[in-house]
């Protein structure tokens, strides 16, 4: 087996700097190549812990003596000949890793994945053809919320080479046409500062394919941005929405304020008797000003562009189903550029997480 010396000369070109890497609650210092991004760093420094856990975090160091150990075992099995091939099978292991052309392995119950080659055509090949497949599946998503998908599979691939790669599949996201509405200001939206400090809802109207309108009473959390429940009925009053919020709330507890925009449901009586009961407080949006409720209606836009306008509903019992899983995967699956591009649901059990570890304020971007 011979190697000729493609990447070890490349390699030798690398700037390395000392940087600091925030790791649970505290900074790591580490040595890494510049133009290393910090997910990047992070991720191969999860395997070089799992590989020789100690206090030194020199990557070179770790990837080196990593690339020696393969090394010399090859050669005990005879897989390499000499001394002189082992040294050069070593250094052109360790400088494909540096030139970001190899991605660390992947924890498994099975131990760890494959390293994967991107400088392999028949890799490249798989990751485009897995971009096409959630591309099918997920319409409605664009290169980078499909990048934050398969950050788990290719956690070396960044943004840029899923975008071309997007672009070669001639896949494109269609813009939908707005429309125009006339300026008008806008007031300020305060933002929650804990789970269940506030529950934005709203309705979205659609139809059956035999013209039957449906009503969707839909509710969110505005810190966590998870969809408390979508409600899906041919009309909703407002004694219907308390049961559904009672309902809710049983799981969750009651929430400390409520936003609202003036609709009938949201003004009745059985509303307001709830939120008084409850010493909840309504908060109500100015007649004409939907922004005022914008957590909400960013939801409603999501909904409908990726749910309401992907299906044909033939009855109520099927929107109910489709809706309902559209909702699980939201929560559970789907990426949330406000949460760290990580699910909403993953983004409320690590606040829950590091709530209970510590009182530092949360940050989310320790939590990725």
Same mark, same amino acid.
């Given at each position: 087996?011979?190697?000729?010396?493609?990447?070890?000369?490349?390699?030798?070109?690398?700037?390395?700097? *000392?940087?600091?890497?925030?790791?649970?609650?505290?900074?790591? *210092?580490?040595?890494?190549?510049?133009?290393?991004?910090?997910?990047?760093?992070?991720?191969?420094?999860?395997?070089?812990?799992?590989?020789?856990?100690?206090?030194?975090?020199?990557?070179? $160091?770790?990837?080196?003596?990593?690339?020696?150990?393969?090394?010399? /075992?090859?050669?005990?099995?005879?897989? &390499?000949?000499?001394?002189?091939?082992?040294?050069?099978?070593?250094?052109?292991?360790?400088?494909?890793?540096?030139?970001?052309?190899?991605?660390?392995?992947?924890?498994?119950?099975?131990?760890?994945?494959?390293?994967?080659?991107?400088?392999?055509?028949?890799?490249?090949?798989?990751?485009?053809?897995?971009?096409?497949?959630?591309?099918?599946?997920?319409?409605?998503?664009?290169?980078?919320? &499909?990048? $934050?998908?398969?950050?788990?599979?290719?956690?070396?691939?960044?943004?840029?080479?899923?975008?071309?790669?997007?672009?070669?599949?001639?896949?494109?996201?269609?813009?939908?046409?707005?429309?125009?509405?006339?300026?008008?200001?806008?007031?300020? &939206?305060?933002?929650?500062?804990?789970?269940?400090?506030?529950?934005?809802?709203?309705?979205?109207?659609?139809?059956?394919?035999?013209?039957?309108?449906?009503?969707?009473?839909?509710?969110?959390? $505005?810190?966590?941005?998870?969809?408390?429940?979508?409600?899906? /009925?041919?009309?909703?009053?407002?004694?219907?929405?308390?049961?559904?919020?009672?309902?809710?709330?049983?799981?969750?507890?009651?929430?400390?304020?409520?936003?609202? $925009?003036?609709?009938?449901?949201?003004?009745?009586?059985?509303?307001?008797?709830?939120?008084?009961?409850?010493?909840?407080?309504?908060?109500?949006?100015?007649?004409?000003?939907?922004?005022?409720?914008?957590?909400?209606?960013?939801?409603?836009?999501?909904?409908? /562009?990726?749910?309401?306008?992907?299906?044909?509903?033939?009855? &109520?019992?099927?929107?109910?189903?489709?809706?309902?899983?559209?909702?699980? /995967?939201?929560?559970?699956?789907?990426?949330?550029?406000?949460?760290?591009?990580?699910?909403?649901?993953?983004?409320?059990?690590?606040?829950?997480?590091?709530?209970?570890?510590?009182?530092?304020p949360f940050n989310p971007g320790l939590c990725q």
């Amino acid at each position: 087996m011979r190697f000729k010396a493609r990447f070890a000369p490349l390699a030798a070109t690398l700037a390395f700097e *000392p940087r600091e890497i925030e790791r649970g609650r505290a900074l790591t *210092p580490v040595t890494a190549p510049a133009g290393w991004t910090d997910v990047r760093v992070e991720a191969w420094l999860d395997w070089a812990e799992s590989q020789a856990p100690s206090s030194s975090h020199a990557l070179d $160091d770790a990837i080196h003596g990593w690339a020696a150990r393969l090394a010399s /075992d090859g050669r005990e099995s005879g897989a &390499l000949a000499t001394a002189a091939e082992a040294e050069r099978f070593a250094a052109e292991l360790a400088a494909s890793v540096l030139l970001g052309l190899a991605a660390p392995a992947l924890p498994t119950t099975n131990g760890f994945l494959p390293l994967i080659d991107l400088s392999e055509p028949d890799a490249t090949q798989a990751l485009s053809a897995r971009i096409v497949e959630l591309a099918q599946v997920r319409r409605r998503f664009g290169y980078r919320r &499909l990048h $934050d998908l398969l950050r788990p599979e290719y956690p070396a691939v960044n943004h840029k080479k899923i975008y071309r790669l997007y672009r070669e599949a001639n896949l494109a996201v269609r813009r939908r046409k707005k429309v125009r509405r006339p300026p008008s200001e806008r007031q300020p &939206l305060s933002s929650a500062t804990a789970p269940n400090a506030v529950w934005s809802m709203d309705f979205v109207s659609d139809a059956l394919a035999n013209g039957r309108r449906l009503k969707c009473l839909t509710v969110a959390d $505005d810190f966590t941005h998870e969809c408390v429940d979508i409600t899906v /009925d041919h009309g909703i009053s407002g004694a219907y929405v308390v049961r559904v919020l009672d309902q809710a709330a049983r799981f969750r507890g009651y929430p400390r304020a409520v936003r609202t $925009d003036n609709g009938p449901e949201f003004t009745s009586r059985a509303f307001i008797a709830w939120t008084q009961q409850h010493a909840i407080q309504h908060l109500l949006i100015e007649p004409g000003r939907p922004m005022q409720n914008g957590y909400i209606e960013s939801f409603n836009g999501k909904f409908r /562009d990726e749910c309401l306008n992907e299906h044909w509903f033939t009855s &109520l019992i099927q929107a109910r189903d489709v809706i309902s899983e559209w909702r699980r /995967d939201y929560n559970q699956v789907r990426p949330h550029s406000s949460c760290g591009r990580i699910p909403p649901a993953q983004f409320a059990a690590n606040h829950r997480s590091q709530k209970q570890q510590t009182e530092v304020p949360f940050n989310p971007g320790l939590c990725q």
